[in-house]
Every structure is written in C-alpha cells, then in structure tokens.
C-alpha cells in the first residue's frame, strides 16, 4: 500500500492490475486498522483501491446543508469534495496508474450516503457500495427518485437490522429509505445488478466486514460470505 498526498488529502493507493475494478473508498483520517480489516476480509478479491480520507466527516461527506437536531448538522461539503474525487484524485491514479478498468464508490454511513449522491451525480462510476448508508439524510429520497443511475451500473446496499431502532425519530427512518432506495435502483432499467443485504446488529457492528462483503459481491458478483 502506498500513501500519498493529493491536493492536500491523503490517499492509500494499491494497484494489483491496471484493468481491473477500482475502489474508490471514503474514510474518517487515522482509519488505518479499519483498512487493513478490509483488506484481510478481501485478500482474495482482485480490484485496486483508492483510500481517502477526510478530515470534516460532516461536511465532506454531506451533499447539502442539513440540520437534524440541536447536536448535530451538516454543512454540505460533499460538492467540493466529489469534484476533488473526480478531478484530483480519480485524474491523478488513472493518469499515474494507467487504470483503466471500472470505477466503484464505496462508503460506510454518511460516506455510504456521499457515495450514493455521487454515483447518481456524477454519472462517472458504474457501481455504487453504500453500507448503512446514512439515507435517513434531508430530502434524500426526493434527490434518488428524481435522478437515474449510470448506464449498465451496480448497487450494493446493506443495513444493519436493529438500525432502525435509533432513538432519533429521524435516524430511525433509515430502514423505510433503504427499502425505497432499494425499490429506485430495482426499477431503474440503467441498473443491472442490485442487492439489499441485511446484517445482524446495530450501526457501529462490525462496519469493516459489511464494507468487506460489499467489495466482494459487487468485484466478483457473489457474496462467498463470513
């Protein structure tokens, strides 16, 4: 693994074949024992990887301003975070790189949510790995049903099944949001591949295996399972 900076963010590149699928991959600064358990869990998958870290987990990762109560809020960072992705980071690895293979975003929580908005904003990526993504997020349902996926794309969306049970009256729609976007990429005919996977426990339960099984299914079109 080779870590750089671009344009000011640190990045954790591995390259195992320049036309394979790569991931691009969103994380809290300082998640080095969360990449390395994935990377154990996906030892055996061969993809490439572009790790970036973020230093505003609120900010960065949201895609417009949001409040959702008194302790928390969101600045809606997320554009100038996608065209950093895009133009910096993405540019750089392919150009450094030669990649040339497909491009999947990949997130957990609210980077599960960012990796969503920028799959549907972009059109640049051909798959999309959400886990328990934040989609309980102000008027994310709205944004998902009045856009389309990328051409021929894939959608990997997990949740924990005790999620729901926040005691956030709004956190705790994530189950009903996950369902409906579960229902959106399932009638949307530029999508060929989409699962819902549901995991034991809560948010914060063994986030790095269900980002692992979200890798697996979506590079080799199967969940071998652990």
Request: net charge negative.
């Amino acid at each position: 693994m080779q870590t750089i900076e671009i344009s000011g963010r640190t990045c954790h590149i591995i390259i195992n074949g320049a036309d394979l699928p790569t991931i691009c991959w969103g994380e809290m600064k300082n998640s080095s024992e969360t990449i390395e358990k994935v990377l154990t869990l996906c030892e055996d998958v061969m993809c490439n990887y572009i790790v970036y870290e973020v230093e505003d987990w609120n900010a960065d990762f949201s895609p417009w301003e949001f409040t959702l109560n008194k302790k928390m809020s969101f600045s809606g960072g997320g554009h100038i975070m996608l065209n950093w992705l895009l133009n910096e980071c993405v540019h750089y690895c392919e150009k450094e790189y030669g990649l040339s293979g497909e491009r999947i975003l990949c997130g957990y929580s609210l980077a599960g949510l960012f990796s969503m908005w920028a799959f549907y904003e972009s059109q640049a990526f051909s798959g999309v790995i959400s886990c328990s993504g934040s989609l309980w997020f102000g008027d994310w349902i709205s944004y998902a049903e009045s856009h389309t996926a990328p051409q021929n794309s894939s959608v990997y969306l997990s949740l924990g099944d005790r999620e729901e049970k926040s005691r956030d009256r709004v956190m705790a729609t994530v189950g009903d949001c996950t369902r409906r976007q579960f229902e959106l990429v399932g009638s949307d005919k530029n999508v060929s591949r989409h699962i819902l996977e549901l995991n034991d426990g809560g948010h914060f339960n063994e986030p790095e295996k269900r980002i692992a099984k979200g890798i697996r299914w979506i590079v080799r079109g199967v969940d071998n399972g652990f």
